[in-house]
């Protein structure tokens, strides 16, 4: 077994020899150092070397560092079992290492270092502008939505690192650099970590206006609701009244029809009275008057009974007005003639007339009517 001493020796002289195989990978312009620490991995303390490398670039100024770590343990150990019955010297050293696992982590940290430098060359003095190629990136948003089943038509910009668009020259009539919210925002090159941070904004005008429109809509269709039910209740109120009317056009022309036959008996009785066959000289004398009366009055009630029963049968109750020049006097006269049989012995009605007589145009029924309620109030 080696012993603390020569453990630390063959540490030493391992790192050497890494040095020496770095240096002859590495460029004037690259260098390594190396340097051994403790992890812990899982409570377990596990030995590993740190190899340090840094690159520049002496026209530019850019410099990159890529740190790797190599697990050495294993390799020492599987030294010292291969070495346990032989003396240990720089030669053995030399020759049993494993050249090739070793030049495998210089190459690939070589790699890593030119890599970031060339990232830093070709990036690094990049604005925003001339990082982006708008026609590219409009036919990978086209393909994408393609894919995914979007809508085809869209509007989209480019914002830096403090959310402000990119002011950018092309003929691209999807792009545009005002505000375009609500859209959908993510970051433009999510694997460049050299550079500042682009984002892309996408938005789909008609889901927009759609969106915006939404309440008019809620409202349009509260609207039509209301509409309907009004329509509804307005429907429904004029199929009552048309029952209603219905009803009552049927009820006045069964009335009127009814009122015919005794007005109709009232007319043959006047006309008996008047006829001398049936009633003496004498007597038809003093009942003439209240005959002539009631004949009349009995004309006027088939009048009135008949215009009833018009207005019923016909599409509406309004009134149906007959014009013919009156007397107003003759009717007059002939109304308060008729109307003093109702009063008592010591009751008298006297007509004063006042100015010339005229006739008028009007209803004969309506006219009667009014008047013979005009006496009827005094009277009463």
């Known amino acids: 077994k080696l012993n603390q001493k020569e453990y630390k020796d063959f540490k030493a002289q391992y790192r050497k020899i890494l040095e020496n195989e770095f240096e002859g990978l590495l460029t004037g312009r690259q260098q390594v150092s190396i340097r051994d620490t403790t992890i812990f991995v899982n409570g377990k303390e596990e030995s590993y070397l740190v190899i340090n490398g840094v690159a520049s670039d002496s026209i530019t100024g850019v410099s990159t560092q890529q740190i790797t770590y190599i697990k050495d343990i294993r390799q020492l150990k599987a030294f010292v079992k291969k070495t346990q019955q032989k003396p240990i010297n720089n030669e053995n050293i030399t020759v049993h290492l494993n050249q090739q696992l070793l030049q495998h982590i210089l190459k690939k940290a070589k790699f890593m270092n030119l890599l970031m430098l060339q990232a830093f060359k070709e990036n690094v003095y990049k604005s925003p502008q001339e990082r982006v190629n708008v026609a590219e990136l409009d036919t990978l948003l086209i393909t994408e939505l393609t894919k995914a089943k979007l809508p085809k038509s869209y509007k989209f910009r480019v914002l830096n690192e403090r ?23 993510t970051v433009l ?89 049936v009633v003496s000289h004498s007597t038809t004398k003093e009942i003439s008057p209240y005959v002539a009366m009631i004949s009349e009055e009995n004309q006027r009630l088939g009048a009135l009974v008949e215009g009833i029963l018009q207005n019923a049968i016909g599409s509406s109750l309004s009134i149906s007005l007959h014009f013919e020049f009156l007397d107003l006097l003759k009717i007059l006269q002939e109304q308060i003639r008729i109307q003093k049989f109702k009063l008592k012995k010591e009751a008298n009605i006297e007509l004063k007339v006042l100015g010339t007589p005229s006739e008028i145009k009007a209803d004969k029924i309506h006219t009667t009517n009014l008047l013979v309620n005009l006496i009827n109030f005094f009277i009463i």
Not at 171 to 185: D, G, L, Q, Y
Not at 235 to 243: A, E, F, K, L
């Open 189 to 277: 090159f999510p694997t460049d970590k050299f550079n500042e941070k682009l984002y892309i904004e996408v938005k789909f005008p008609y889901k927009s206006l759609f969106e915006q429109m939404k309440p008019y809509f809620i409202l349009t269709g509260l609207l039509g609701i209301l509409i309907i039910v009004i329509f509804y209740f307005l429907i429904r109120t004029i199929r009552v009244q048309t029952d209603i009317n219905n009803i009552k056009a049927a009820f006045i022309s069964n009335m009127t029809h009814e009122f015919k036959t005794p007005i109709s008996t009232i007319s043959l009785a006047c006309e008996a009275l008047t006829d001398k066959d």
């Open 163 to 185: 959310f402000e668009p990119l002011k950018m020259k092309t003929n691209c009539n999807r792009m545009v650099s005002n505000s375009i919210n609500p859209a959908i925002r």
